[in-house]
């Protein structure tokens, strides 16, 4: 069985206040098991925002995305790798 093509994407996930303190990224791994790597993440009592690095099957990566965005979080992919 062939294994499925793995993507990389890079993305900015914004949280609202009333969602920064549940563990949406972990319950994202454990639905979909695209594996995050969080490159920079910063959190105040109004918003949070976070740049991951997620790695899976593109297909699971939708779902991911999709998965973030009816919880409520903005997904944007980050266009200029200022990060590393």
Known sequence: MKKKQ???R???LT???EKTK???ICEMYDRYKV???IRAASVT???GLIA???????????QAFDFFRKNGLKVEPIEINVIE
Request: aromatic fraction near 10%; glycine fraction near 6%.
């Open 15 to 17: 949280f609202p206040a």
């Open 10 to 12: 890079k993305i900015y």
């Open 22 to 24: 549940e563990g949406l």
């Open 52 to 62: 991951l690095e997620l790695t899976g099957p593109e297909d699971k990566m939708k």
């Open 35 to 37: 594996r995050f790597n």
């Open 45 to 47: 009592e109004d918003l």
């Open 6 to 8: 793995e993507v990389k």
